[in-house]
């Protein structure tokens, strides 16, 4: 019987604040993979984007990450991983697929060569060493939106695109009402890696949006339920959300639209 | 000033098989609603799960949906759980619910009245009183202002209002009270039918005022049927219902492709009752 590959999902996003919507795009997506029989999937990863992004309302990374970690507290599964937070400059989504994908990586080969030196011990290890070990891939989580992103002039790079497609993959859930898959067809690109785009339904409509998550926030509505108890404290105890973060990079250019203009300017040509 | 403000209580009653957050959430918009209208102010929230007479196809024992539904709400500070209507043995009709829990209140209100006012000498002569009488009592403050009654609303979502509409299944007289006597707060989704459906609805027309339409922006459309589903067929329900619940619910195994069939071709408890009852047709 061939062993399952093992996936790990990577969701890159402004997690302003993290809601129960993000922490289900994962278990979404998890069942999806598990039910096609051919994936195991064995971590996910949130991965909070960097203040240097510039969107109007980005409330420091700090904090994003820190609420990020308290909704994951109940999952065994997820975890909150700082790095693309962490750098000088904002990432282009691609370098933080490739990051993490190398991670993955040396933590595979240390535990192969691990296994190669204690071979008795691989005997008492899981379905997934008991046969030829097989390299784990790291596929993008993202929602419909997100995909649709990729037609906004100036955001991606087409070779960057390309490269998460092919390379990586996608793993994109959307509503009940909405199909991506015509906006697929419609791409030369993504038809031709559609094998490796997943696309997942969402059944149980449950459309959080951040945004009006802030909104709810700045005019003392109740947010319970739509986002971890945890979460709610943490931005009381912190005054996180307020008309002031809202206004936050107001009136700037996000930072992938800011270098995009660089490289196009006909002078440089 | 906090004493002209109408004090209320919100009442769902349904089967909450199981709980979930969709049902938690009814409660936060129906309460920042009603505060932001300035004329109320709600002190508490009642959960009242459904008896098991109710015989809906794939409702499991009250005694898990009971516990099911504290579980959930641990963490609330105002929100309870009631289990009365659900230890009765027979199915009893909402408005016998809201009934029950507004005498509840104002019997509750008539005694701290009545200990507010009463200095402890005389206690022994005021007992002789009837306790459930229900008068004016002066405050030992002597304000003359007297507190407006407590109100115990319905809260509920569009298909409840809706199966207002349903043959058989609500009593006209029952409906007119509800709406008369007690309120609604009615929960629905952004470009629902509800406005059209009270329009249509001579009963409900006239009573309007009385009935609090609450518009969900926040699309959260998640059913106790879709649960069920989704646990039927493995799929995590994690972030749709609270933690607590969906460990309780993996625990003990509760629900499953029997636990749907239960009650198969069994009629809903109110269809039965008024099909028989000849003064029962709308």
Redesign the interface.
């Known amino acids: 019987m061939r062993s399952r590959i093992p996936v790990i999902l990577l969701a890159c996003g402004s997690f302003n604040p993290t809601t129960?919507?993000h922490?289900?795009l994962f278990?979404?997506a998890?069942?999806h993979l598990h039910q096609t029989g051919r994936y195991q999937v064995i971590e996910g990863i949130m991965s909070p984007v960097s203040d240097k992004y510039g969107k109007k309302g980005l409330v420091s990374a700090r904090h994003r990450v820190a609420m990020a970690r308290l909704a994951l507290e109940?999952?065994d599964w997820i975890r909150v991983d700082p790095w693309e937070s962490e750098q000088d400059t904002w990432t282009e989504t691609v370098k933080v697929l490739r990051h993490h994908y190398n991670e993955a990586l040396r933590a595979f080969q240390s535990k192969e060569f691990m296994r190669n030196k204690h071979p008795t011990e691989s005997s008492t290890g899981d379905s997934l060493s008991c046969q030829q070990p097989v390299l784990p891939e790291l596929k993008l989580l993202c929602g419909a939106d997100f995909l649709q992103t990729f037609k906004t002039p100036n955001l991606w790079r087409e070779e960057d695109i390309k490269e998460i497609v092919e390379k990586f993959g996608l793993v994109c859930i959307s509503r009940a009402g909405s199909d991506p898959s015509q906006f697929i067809q419609e791409s030369d690109l993504l038809s031709e890696f559609q094998h490796n785009i997943f696309l997942v339904r969402e059944?149980?409509?449950?459309?959080?949006?951040a945004t009006?998550i802030r909104s709810a926030l700045c005019r003392g509505?109740?947010?319970?339920?739509?986002i971890p108890?945890s979460v709610i404290a943490y931005i009381a105890q912190h005054n996180v959300y307020t008309a002031e973060s809202e206004r936050t990079n107001q009136g700037h250019l996000l930072q992938p639209l800011r270098l995009q203009n660089t490289t196009v300017n006909p002078l440089r040509d | 000033e906090p004493d002209r403000k109408t004090e209320v209580v919100l009442l769902a009653c349904g089967s909450f098989n199981p709980i979930t957050n969709m049902h938690l959430r009814l409660f936060e918009l129906a309460k920042d609603y009603l505060h932001e209208t300035g004329k109320y102010k709600v002190i508490k929230g009642i959960i009242s799960p459904v008896g098991d007479a109710y015989k809906k196809k794939g409702l499991i024992s009250a005694n898990h949906r009971v516990t099911m539904a504290k579980l959930a709400t641990k963490n609330s500070d105002w929100v309870e759980v009631d289990d009365w209507e659900s230890c009765q043995s027979e199915w009893l009709e909402t408005l016998k619910v809201l009934r029950y829990h507004h005498q509840k209140l104002l019997s509750a209100d008539v005694t701290n009245s009545l200990q507010d006012a009463v200095p402890v000498a005389k206690l022994g002569r005021k007992r002789k009183q009837e306790p459930n009488r229900h008068e004016p009592v002066k405050k030992k403050n002597q304000s003359p202002v007297v507190k407006s009654v407590p109100q115990v609303k319905l809260l509920c979502g569009s298909d409840m209002l809706e199966s207002f509409g349903v043959p058989n299944l609500w009593k006209l007289e029952d409906i007119t009270e509800i709406v008369e006597k007690h309120g609604l707060v009615c929960i629905s989704r952004a470009g629902n039918n509800v406005q059209k459906f009270i329009y249509e609805s001579d009963i409900l027309w006239r009573h309007k005022n009385n009935i609090h339409l609450v518009e969900e922006w926040i699309t959260n459309d998640i059913s106790s049927t879709k649960i069920r589903r989704a646990l039927r067929r493995g799929q995590s329900i994690r972030y749709l219902v609270p933690e607590a619940v969906r460990a309780y619910i993996d625990r003990n195994r509760l629900y499953s492709p029997e636990s749907e069939d239960r009650n198969a071709g069994l009629l809903l408890a109110p269809l039965q009752k008024h099909a028989s009852d000849p003064r029962s047709s709308q």
């Open positions: 129960n919507m922490m289900r278990e979404l998890r069942d109940t999952s059944w149980i409509q449950n459309e959080i949006s009006q509505l109740s947010v319970k339920y739509l108890d």
